[in-house]
Protein backbone atom coordinates (compact mmCIF):
# COMPACT_ATOMS: atom_id res chain seq x y z
CA UNK A 1 0.00 0.00 0.00
CA UNK A 2 3.20 2.10 -0.02
CA UNK A 3 3.31 5.82 1.68
CA UNK A 4 -0.11 4.76 3.67
CA UNK A 5 1.09 1.78 5.00
CA UNK A 6 3.51 3.85 7.23
CA UNK A 7 0.64 6.96 8.01
CA UNK A 8 -0.09 6.53 11.42
CA UNK A 9 -3.78 6.56 12.73
CA UNK A 10 -5.53 6.37 15.85
CA UNK A 11 -8.93 4.98 17.42
CA UNK A 12 -10.03 6.92 20.12
CA UNK A 13 -13.24 4.91 22.21
CA UNK A 14 -16.07 7.00 23.86
CA UNK A 15 -14.77 4.99 26.91
CA UNK A 16 -11.43 6.79 26.52
CA UNK A 17 -9.22 3.75 25.04
CA UNK A 18 -6.70 4.53 22.34
CA UNK A 19 -6.25 2.28 19.65
CA UNK A 20 -2.99 3.02 17.37
CA UNK A 21 -2.17 1.37 13.72
CA UNK A 22 -1.95 2.68 10.71
CA UNK A 23 -4.16 4.41 7.94
CA UNK A 24 -5.10 3.18 4.55
CA UNK A 25 -7.48 3.76 2.15
CA UNK A 26 -8.53 7.29 2.47
CA UNK A 27 -7.52 9.91 4.82
CA UNK A 28 -9.00 12.21 7.14
CA UNK A 29 -10.90 11.56 10.50
CA UNK A 30 -14.11 10.02 10.71
CA UNK A 31 -16.78 9.31 13.77
CA UNK A 32 -18.93 6.19 14.01
CA UNK A 33 -20.79 3.66 15.58
CA UNK A 34 -18.01 0.49 16.01
CA UNK A 35 -19.75 -3.02 15.33
CA UNK A 36 -17.79 -6.11 14.43
CA UNK A 37 -18.77 -8.63 12.12
CA UNK A 38 -17.54 -12.45 12.07
CA UNK A 39 -17.61 -13.42 8.60
CA UNK A 40 -14.52 -14.48 6.91
CA UNK A 41 -15.04 -14.18 3.55
CA UNK A 42 -18.02 -11.86 2.36
CA UNK A 43 -15.80 -8.51 2.17
CA UNK A 44 -17.11 -6.81 -0.65
CA UNK A 45 -21.16 -7.46 0.37
CA UNK A 46 -20.16 -6.13 3.85
CA UNK A 47 -18.74 -3.00 2.76
CA UNK A 48 -21.55 -2.17 0.23
CA UNK A 49 -24.54 -3.29 2.53
CA UNK A 50 -26.52 -0.14 3.27
CA UNK A 51 -27.52 -1.69 7.19
CA UNK A 52 -23.91 -0.13 8.12
CA UNK A 53 -25.04 3.13 7.55
CA UNK A 54 -23.42 4.95 10.51
CA UNK A 55 -21.59 2.28 11.39
CA UNK A 56 -17.19 1.94 11.69
CA UNK A 57 -17.51 -2.20 10.84
CA UNK A 58 -14.37 -4.29 12.31
CA UNK A 59 -13.59 -7.36 10.62
CA UNK A 60 -12.44 -10.39 13.43
CA UNK A 61 -11.27 -12.38 10.59
CA UNK A 62 -7.28 -11.20 10.34
CA UNK A 63 -6.84 -10.94 6.19
CA UNK A 64 -9.14 -9.02 4.66
CA UNK A 65 -8.99 -8.44 0.68
CA UNK A 66 -7.12 -11.33 -0.62
CA UNK A 67 -9.70 -11.85 -3.61
CA UNK A 68 -9.51 -8.04 -4.50
CA UNK A 69 -12.23 -6.22 -5.23
CA UNK A 70 -15.44 -7.98 -7.10
CA UNK A 71 -18.37 -5.62 -8.49
CA UNK A 72 -20.60 -8.64 -9.35
CA UNK A 73 -20.27 -8.92 -5.46
CA UNK A 74 -21.35 -5.30 -4.31
CA UNK A 75 -24.88 -5.44 -2.58
CA UNK A 76 -25.25 -1.97 -3.67
CA UNK A 77 -23.75 0.84 -5.89
CA UNK A 78 -22.69 2.93 -2.44
CA UNK A 79 -20.29 2.06 0.87
CA UNK A 80 -22.50 1.61 3.52
CA UNK A 81 -20.13 1.79 6.22
CA UNK A 82 -18.52 4.94 7.34
CA UNK A 83 -15.21 3.47 8.06
CA UNK A 84 -13.21 0.22 8.00
CA UNK A 85 -11.07 -2.06 10.33
CA UNK A 86 -8.77 -5.11 9.63
CA UNK A 87 -5.88 -6.69 10.86
CA UNK A 88 -3.97 -7.16 7.37
CA UNK A 89 -5.62 -5.18 4.47
CA UNK A 90 -4.03 -7.62 1.82
CA UNK A 91 -1.79 -5.76 -0.88
CA UNK A 92 -1.69 -8.64 -3.44
CA UNK A 93 -5.75 -10.11 -4.32
CA UNK A 94 -5.57 -13.13 -6.41
CA UNK A 95 -8.55 -13.86 -8.06
CA UNK A 96 -9.62 -14.13 -11.52
CA UNK A 97 -12.86 -12.16 -11.05
CA UNK A 98 -11.08 -9.35 -9.65
CA UNK A 99 -11.57 -5.71 -11.10
CA UNK A 100 -8.92 -2.99 -11.03
CA UNK A 101 -10.19 0.40 -9.23
CA UNK A 102 -8.11 3.50 -11.24
CA UNK A 103 -5.12 0.40 -11.83
CA UNK A 104 -5.19 -1.25 -8.74
CA UNK A 105 -6.60 -3.95 -7.94
CA UNK A 106 -6.49 -4.00 -3.74
CA UNK A 107 -9.06 -3.33 -1.14
CA UNK A 108 -6.82 0.06 -0.08
CA UNK A 109 -7.29 1.88 -3.91
CA UNK A 110 -11.10 0.63 -3.63
CA UNK A 111 -11.58 2.47 -0.55
CA UNK A 112 -9.21 5.40 -2.01
CA UNK A 113 -11.34 5.66 -4.95
CA UNK A 114 -14.98 5.70 -2.61
CA UNK A 115 -13.42 8.33 0.09
CA UNK A 116 -14.11 5.32 2.90
CA UNK A 117 -11.06 5.64 5.31
CA UNK A 118 -9.50 2.40 6.69
CA UNK A 119 -7.73 1.53 9.73
CA UNK A 120 -5.42 -1.24 10.42
CA UNK A 121 -2.61 -2.86 12.43
CA UNK A 122 -4.09 -2.47 15.69
CA UNK A 123 -4.86 -5.08 17.92
CA UNK A 124 -8.66 -6.30 16.55
CA UNK A 125 -9.21 -9.55 19.11
CA UNK A 126 -8.37 -7.41 21.85
CA UNK A 127 -10.76 -3.78 20.38
CA UNK A 128 -14.17 -7.32 19.52
CA UNK A 129 -13.33 -8.05 22.86
CA UNK A 130 -13.88 -4.46 24.72
CA UNK A 131 -17.27 -4.50 22.43
CA UNK A 132 -18.71 -8.05 23.70
CA UNK A 133 -18.00 -7.30 27.34
CA UNK A 134 -19.27 -3.35 27.36
CA UNK A 135 -21.60 -3.46 24.12
CA UNK A 136 -21.50 -1.54 20.75
CA UNK A 137 -19.95 1.74 21.43
CA UNK A 138 -18.81 5.06 19.40
CA UNK A 139 -15.17 5.74 18.26
CA UNK A 140 -13.41 7.93 16.01
CA UNK A 141 -10.53 7.28 13.71
CA UNK A 142 -7.83 10.50 13.34
CA UNK A 143 -4.47 10.75 11.78
CA UNK A 144 -3.67 13.16 14.75
CA UNK A 145 -2.66 12.34 18.54
CA UNK A 146 -6.11 12.10 20.46
CA UNK A 147 -7.24 14.44 22.45
CA UNK A 148 -10.47 14.80 24.89
CA UNK A 149 -12.42 16.88 21.85
CA UNK A 150 -12.31 13.04 19.79
CA UNK A 151 -13.49 11.45 22.61
CA UNK A 152 -16.77 14.02 22.94
CA UNK A 153 -17.22 13.49 19.48
CA UNK A 154 -17.42 10.23 19.89
CA UNK A 155 -19.21 10.38 23.23
CA UNK A 156 -22.21 12.65 21.52
CA UNK A 157 -22.39 10.60 17.82
CA UNK A 158 -25.78 9.81 16.73
CA UNK A 159 -26.82 7.92 13.52
CA UNK A 160 -29.65 9.83 12.19
CA UNK A 161 -32.49 9.07 9.93
CA UNK A 162 -30.66 6.09 8.25
CA UNK A 163 -33.52 4.15 6.57
CA UNK A 164 -34.13 7.42 4.45
CA UNK A 165 -30.83 8.23 3.56
CA UNK A 166 -29.96 4.71 2.09
CA UNK A 167 -33.38 4.01 0.07
CA UNK A 168 -33.84 4.99 -3.15
CA UNK A 169 -36.20 8.22 -4.73
CA UNK A 170 -38.30 6.25 -6.96
CA UNK A 171 -39.77 3.35 -7.89
CA UNK A 172 -37.70 1.19 -10.60
CA UNK A 173 -38.84 -2.53 -12.26
CA UNK A 174 -35.33 -4.65 -11.48
CA UNK A 175 -36.60 -8.29 -13.21
CA UNK A 176 -39.62 -9.53 -15.04
CA UNK A 177 -41.52 -12.72 -14.35
CA UNK A 178 -45.04 -14.11 -13.27
CA UNK A 179 -45.11 -12.84 -10.13
CA UNK A 180 -45.47 -9.09 -9.34
CA UNK A 181 -43.45 -8.04 -6.60
CA UNK A 182 -43.24 -5.20 -4.54
CA UNK A 183 -40.37 -4.67 -2.95
CA UNK A 184 -39.93 -1.80 -0.55
CA UNK A 185 -36.47 -0.15 -0.17
CA UNK A 186 -35.22 0.32 3.35
CA UNK A 187 -31.34 -0.36 2.29
CA UNK A 188 -31.77 -3.04 0.26
CA UNK A 189 -29.27 -5.68 -0.99
CA UNK A 190 -29.20 -6.36 -4.16
CA UNK A 191 -28.98 -10.22 -3.62
CA UNK A 192 -32.83 -9.93 -2.59
CA UNK A 193 -34.20 -8.99 -5.78
CA UNK A 194 -31.97 -11.41 -7.12
CA UNK A 195 -33.30 -14.09 -5.40
CA UNK A 196 -36.74 -13.40 -6.37
CA UNK A 197 -36.21 -12.52 -10.02
CA UNK A 198 -34.43 -16.26 -10.02
CA UNK A 199 -37.61 -17.54 -8.89
CA UNK A 200 -39.46 -15.95 -11.64
CA UNK A 201 -40.66 -13.04 -10.40
CA UNK A 202 -41.24 -9.16 -11.65
CA UNK A 203 -39.77 -7.01 -8.65
CA UNK A 204 -40.64 -3.33 -8.54
CA UNK A 205 -38.50 -1.71 -6.01
CA UNK A 206 -40.65 1.00 -3.89
CA UNK A 207 -39.04 3.87 -2.01
CA UNK A 208 -39.54 3.48 2.04
CA UNK A 209 -42.27 5.84 2.33
CA UNK A 210 -44.35 4.92 -0.48
CA UNK A 211 -47.34 5.06 0.64
CA UNK A 212 -49.99 1.68 1.43
CA UNK A 213 -52.25 3.23 -1.63
CA UNK A 214 -49.59 2.77 -4.26
CA UNK A 215 -48.26 -0.12 -3.60
CA UNK A 216 -52.43 -1.97 -3.62
CA UNK A 217 -53.05 -0.19 -6.50
CA UNK A 218 -49.51 -1.85 -8.36
CA UNK A 219 -51.33 -4.97 -7.42
CA UNK A 220 -48.78 -7.04 -6.09
CA UNK A 221 -49.03 -11.07 -5.93
CA UNK A 222 -46.47 -10.44 -2.79
CA UNK A 223 -44.83 -7.51 -0.89
CA UNK A 224 -41.01 -7.97 -0.03
CA UNK A 225 -39.16 -5.60 2.85
CA UNK A 226 -35.72 -4.84 2.35
CA UNK A 227 -33.12 -5.19 5.56
CA UNK A 228 -31.84 -1.37 6.22
CA UNK A 229 -30.27 0.37 8.70
CA UNK A 230 -30.93 2.02 12.17
CA UNK A 231 -33.26 1.66 15.29
CA UNK A 232 -36.87 -0.20 14.05
CA UNK A 233 -38.01 1.93 16.15
CA UNK A 234 -36.84 5.28 15.32
CA UNK A 235 -39.91 7.80 15.17
CA UNK A 236 -38.76 8.88 11.72
CA UNK A 237 -39.80 4.94 10.70
CA UNK A 238 -43.23 5.78 12.15
CA UNK A 239 -44.87 6.36 9.12
CA UNK A 240 -43.32 3.07 7.41
CA UNK A 241 -44.94 1.48 10.42
CA UNK A 242 -48.65 2.87 9.92
CA UNK A 243 -48.15 1.59 6.21
CA UNK A 244 -47.08 -2.12 7.04
CA UNK A 245 -50.39 -2.26 9.17
CA UNK A 246 -52.33 -1.35 6.01
CA UNK A 247 -50.53 -3.65 4.14
CA UNK A 248 -50.85 -6.54 6.36
CA UNK A 249 -55.14 -5.83 6.32
CA UNK A 250 -54.84 -6.27 3.11
CA UNK A 251 -54.35 -9.99 3.41
CA UNK A 252 -51.51 -9.68 0.55
CA UNK A 253 -48.31 -12.38 1.53
CA UNK A 254 -45.70 -10.12 3.14
CA UNK A 255 -41.86 -11.20 3.95
CA UNK A 256 -39.86 -9.32 5.46
CA UNK A 257 -36.31 -10.29 6.43
CA UNK A 258 -33.73 -8.05 8.90
CA UNK A 259 -35.17 -4.68 9.64
CA UNK A 260 -38.46 -5.63 7.22
CA UNK A 261 -38.92 -8.37 10.28
CA UNK A 262 -38.80 -5.85 13.13
CA UNK A 263 -40.89 -3.13 11.35
CA UNK A 264 -43.68 -5.71 10.62
CA UNK A 265 -43.59 -6.97 14.26
CA UNK A 266 -43.91 -3.30 15.61
CA UNK A 267 -46.83 -2.98 13.16
CA UNK A 268 -48.47 -6.42 15.46
CA UNK A 269 -48.00 -4.71 18.27
CA UNK A 270 -44.50 -6.31 19.63
CA UNK A 271 -41.60 -4.46 20.70
CA UNK A 272 -37.94 -4.29 20.20
CA UNK A 273 -34.51 -3.81 21.74
CA UNK A 274 -31.04 -3.10 21.51
CA UNK A 275 -28.72 -5.64 21.40
CA UNK A 276 -25.28 -5.85 23.78
CA UNK A 277 -23.48 -6.03 20.54
CA UNK A 278 -25.39 -7.70 18.10
CA UNK A 279 -25.38 -10.61 15.32
CA UNK A 280 -22.93 -9.92 12.16
CA UNK A 281 -21.28 -12.22 10.29
CA UNK A 282 -22.08 -15.73 8.43
CA UNK A 283 -21.96 -18.12 10.81
CA UNK A 284 -24.97 -17.43 12.94
CA UNK A 285 -26.69 -20.66 13.50
CA UNK A 286 -30.90 -20.25 14.33
CA UNK A 287 -33.12 -23.00 14.99
CA UNK A 288 -36.47 -23.99 13.77
CA UNK A 289 -39.11 -23.86 16.80
CA UNK A 290 -41.61 -26.29 14.74
CA UNK A 291 -39.09 -28.46 13.25
CA UNK A 292 -35.94 -28.46 15.53
CA UNK A 293 -33.36 -27.95 12.69
CA UNK A 294 -30.50 -25.52 13.15
CA UNK A 295 -29.80 -23.49 9.99
CA UNK A 296 -26.03 -21.43 9.77
CA UNK A 297 -27.24 -18.32 8.58
CA UNK A 298 -25.71 -14.57 7.58
CA UNK A 299 -26.73 -11.86 9.82
CA UNK A 300 -26.75 -8.16 10.31
CA UNK A 301 -28.64 -6.21 13.08
CA UNK A 302 -28.04 -4.65 16.51
CA UNK A 303 -31.80 -4.76 17.43
CA UNK A 304 -34.11 -7.87 18.25
CA UNK A 305 -37.97 -8.26 18.69
CA UNK A 306 -39.32 -9.36 21.89
CA UNK A 307 -41.42 -12.41 21.16
CA UNK A 308 -42.44 -15.75 22.83
CA UNK A 309 -43.61 -17.21 19.83
CA UNK A 310 -40.79 -16.90 17.66
CA UNK A 311 -40.57 -19.03 14.50
CA UNK A 312 -36.52 -19.31 14.53
CA UNK A 313 -34.70 -18.57 17.56
CA UNK A 314 -31.14 -18.05 17.95
CA UNK A 315 -29.04 -21.12 19.35
CA UNK A 316 -26.70 -18.87 21.13
CA UNK A 317 -28.82 -16.20 22.77
CA UNK A 318 -32.57 -17.59 22.14
CA UNK A 319 -33.22 -14.17 20.58
CA UNK A 320 -36.07 -13.97 18.10
CA UNK A 321 -34.92 -14.93 14.75
CA UNK A 322 -38.49 -15.03 12.76
CA UNK A 323 -42.53 -15.10 13.24
CA UNK A 324 -44.99 -16.62 11.00
CA UNK A 325 -48.15 -14.47 11.18
CA UNK A 326 -49.98 -17.28 8.68
CA UNK A 327 -50.26 -15.79 5.07
CA UNK A 328 -46.81 -13.46 5.75
CA UNK A 329 -43.75 -14.32 7.65
CA UNK A 330 -40.58 -12.75 8.55
CA UNK A 331 -36.40 -13.44 9.56
CA UNK A 332 -34.01 -11.35 11.30
CA UNK A 333 -31.44 -13.57 9.36
CA UNK A 334 -30.53 -13.02 5.47
CA UNK A 335 -31.74 -16.06 3.21
CA UNK A 336 -30.43 -14.95 0.47
CA UNK A 337 -27.10 -15.60 1.82
CA UNK A 338 -24.79 -12.61 0.43
CA UNK A 339 -22.06 -13.17 1.58
CA UNK A 340 -23.03 -16.54 3.66
CA UNK A 341 -24.49 -20.05 3.46
CA UNK A 342 -27.45 -21.20 1.58
CA UNK A 343 -29.13 -23.32 4.18
CA UNK A 344 -32.23 -20.78 4.21
CA UNK A 345 -32.75 -19.61 0.92
CA UNK A 346 -35.72 -21.95 1.08
CA UNK A 347 -37.53 -19.21 2.32
CA UNK A 348 -37.94 -17.71 -0.95
CA UNK A 349 -39.63 -20.77 -2.16
CA UNK A 350 -41.87 -20.33 0.96
CA UNK A 351 -42.74 -16.90 -0.36
CA UNK A 352 -43.96 -18.52 -3.47
CA UNK A 353 -45.87 -20.85 -2.02
CA UNK A 354 -47.80 -18.70 0.31
CA UNK A 355 -48.54 -16.45 -2.77
CA UNK A 356 -49.69 -19.62 -4.94
CA UNK A 357 -51.98 -20.41 -2.11
CA UNK A 358 -53.48 -16.55 -1.33
CA UNK A 359 -54.04 -16.81 -4.93
CA UNK A 360 -55.74 -19.78 -4.99
CA UNK A 361 -57.99 -18.58 -2.24
Not at 38 to 52: A, C, K, W
Not at 64 to 87: C, H, L, M
Request: charged share 25%; with cysteine.
Amino acid sequence: MGESNEARAYLILENGTVFEGKSFGAKGDVTGEIVFTTGMTGYLETLTDQSYHGQIVLQTFPLIGNYGVIPDDFENNNIGAKAYIVKYPCETPSNFRKTAVNGDYTLDGFLKDRGIIGLHGIDTRSLTKIIRENGVMNGKITANKPTDSDREDAKNYKVVSPVALVSRSAAEKTSDGKKKIALMDFGIKQGIAKALAARDCEVWVFPHDTSADEILKFNPDGIMLSNGPGDPADPDNLKIIETLKVLMKSGTPIFGICIGHQLLALANGYKTRKLKFGHRGSNQPVKDTRTGKVYITSQNHGYEVIADNSSFVNVNDKTCEGIDYGVSFTVQFHPEARGGPLDTSFLFDEFIKRMDAHAAG
